[in-house]
């Protein structure tokens, strides 16, 4: 074999191995990842914005109770509070050590 086809034959190499469908599927995982992560960081926020929603809904169809209704959901949040379960306070840690 001449040395001057060597070369050639390393460029072969890889498409033999079918590495170019190894980079096709690296670049779909990639944007598949960084698709994932977008939605993750826009649904952050969901669980506030359903609730506020919620509360505006709610003023919407009755605006005369709306005060009706605010003192219902102080009186709620204040009950949790005396309770010490309001499901958006972080549980403290525990450290564990071994």
Known sequence: MKSSSAPC??????LRRHDHWVRLLEIVRYRALLVASVCLVGLAGNPQAEEQCCDAWVVWVLPRAARA????LMETLTSFRDQSVLPWRKRPSVNVTI
């Open 69 to 72: 209704y605010a003192t219902a």
């Open 9 to 14: 034959w390393r460029t072969a190499g890889p």
